[in-house]
Each structure stands twice: as structure tokens, then as C-alpha cells.
């Protein structure tokens, strides 16, 4: 059974730095898309980006490119979505996700449990 | 970018009556080589990721109950409830997964009459 767990919730200062994690189980992790989606308060899901842990290939949304970083430790299988200076436009929850397919084509078949990531001064 | 719009915005409907959600992107989303649409449906239930219930446009996912169909290819896509239960009150999402970054539809949001 694919299982990911995402990193717990985060409060945190404007300008400050931010890593929260996804721990993918239950699968060949090197073989699927990981992506990340993000659900403002009381909004609808936007897709951020996914990233391939076989090779590390990322495609982002331009919306957030720039502003975000998607990465992946192979190790420990997990997966990460990074800021270097949140903002306070930056709260939301930040879903996990997996794709169904091994290919760049799939929708997001597994989802973790979100995390969610307040910037407040 | 592919735009995805649906309508309606939300829609109370009476138990056991038919919900219909319609779906639109701005450009097809069909694999003509393949015959498919690239369009999956999700339920979100408050507190709850998104669950798919239906990829491919009309594929449905297992165990998702029967009453929940797609239908639709090239830019207009249907998710049909056939009857209504109280468990289905959620959020459904429409996504094209043919092109990056692969938009999300802004939500209908389905209550009881």
C-alpha cells in the first residue's frame, strides 16, 4: 500500500526559510512523479510542480517558480518542498502528492495528509 | 497554460436525485494517437486530501461506488452522480494532466437540498 506522510504543521516570520517533507512508503520510490499542490484558506488546489526521484527532473508551475524549491533524498525517500523567504501570502495547506503512472502524464493517485504552513509576524 | 473552468460554482440537490458537474479546458486535453482524455475528477471532503474518482475522463477509480461516471473528450467533460447520497457532499475538482503545469478546475462545491 503507497502511503506518504507529510512533515507536521509550521508556523513561521515573513522572510524567514522553510523545508517541509513527504516521506513516500510502499513503492519503488525512483519510479514516480511526486508533486506538490497548494490549497489556500477556504480556496480550490493549485498544482505547484512535480519532480522525478529517479533523476531529480522538476517541472514547475511558473506561477511558482522561483519561489519554491521541489527536491528529493533518495535515501530516505522522501521529498521536499522548500522556501528561502516565506511571505505571508505563502499560508496554506501544501498537499503531497503521487502520480498513479510511472510517466510524466498521470494524475495524483496517493496524497498525503497536507501540511499546513502559517506565515504570520 | 490549459485554463479549466466548471459549472456550476455549486448546486444543492436533493437526495437521490442526479448531480451533474460540468468541466471545460481551454484547449483539448485529448491523446489522439491514444483516444484519451487526459482529465481526472477528485472528491475533497472537509479536512480530507482529494480522492480521484474518475482518470481518463470516464475510467472509474476502484471502489469508487457506481454512481459516480465521467463522460466527455477534447475540452468538455461531465461527472454525473446518479443519485445522490449524503455521503457525496464534498468539493469535486476537474485536472488535465496533458500538459504541465496541470491545472485544476476552481471546484463545485455539492450540499443536500
Known amino acids: 500500500e503507497v502511503q506518504l506522510v507529510q512533515s507536521g504543521a509550521e508556523m513561521k516570520k515573513p522572510g524567514e526559510s522553510l523545508k517541509i517533507s513527504c516521506q513516500v512508503s510502499?513503492?519503488?520510490?525512483?519510479?514516480?512523479?511526486i508533486g506538490w499542490v497548494r490549497q489556500m484558506p477556504g480556496k480550490g488546489l493549485e498544482w505547484m510542480g512535480i519532480?522525478?526521484?529517479?533523476?531529480?527532473?522538476?517541472r514547475y508551475n511558473p506561477s511558482f517558480q522561483g519561489r519554491v524549491t521541489l527536491s528529493v533524498d533518495k535515501s530516505s525517500k522522501t521529498a521536499y518542498l522548500q522556501w528561502n523567504s516565506l511571505r505571508a501570502s505563502d499560508t496554506a495547506l501544501y498537499y503531497c502528492?503521487?502520480?498513479?503512472?510511472?510517466?510524466?502524464?498521470?494524475?495524483?493517485?496517493?496524497w498525503g495528509q497536507g501540511t499546513l504552513v502559517t506565515v504570520s509576524s | 497554460d490549459i485554463v479549466m473552468t466548471q459549472s456550476p460554482d455549486s448546486l444543492a440537490v436533493s437526495l437521490g436525485e442526479r448531480a451533474t458537474i460540468n468541466c471545460k479546458s481551454s484547449?483539448?486535453?485529448?491523446?489522439?494517437?491514444?483516444?484519451?482524455?487526459?482529465l481526472t475528477w477528485y472528491q475533497q471532503k472537509p479536512g480530507q486530501p482529494p480522492k480521484v474518482l474518475i482518470y481518463?475522463?470516464?475510467i472509474r477509480e476502484s471502489g469508487v461506488p457506481d454512481r459516480f461516471s465521467g463522460s466527455g473528450s477534447g475540452t468538455d467533460f461531465t461527472l454525473t452522480i446518479s443519485s445522490l447520497q449524503a455521503e457525496d457532499v464534498a468539493v469535486y475538482y476537474c485536472?488535465?494532466?496533458?500538459?504541465?503545469?496541470?491545472?485544476f478546475g476552481p471546484g463545485t462545491k455539492v450540499n443536500i437540498k
Open positions: 502528492a503521487r502520480h498513479r503512472g510511472s510517466g510524466v502524464q498521470w494524475d495524483f493517485g496517493f
Open positions: 510502499g513503492d519503488t520510490f525512483t519510479k514516480y512523479w
Open positions: 519532480i522525478y526521484p529517479g533523476d531529480s527532473d522538476t
Open positions: 484547449q483539448s486535453v485529448l491523446d489522439s494517437s491514444k483516444r484519451e482524455s487526459y
Open positions: 481518463w475522463a470516464s
Open positions: 485536472q488535465q494532466y496533458y500538459d504541465t503545469p496541470f491545472t
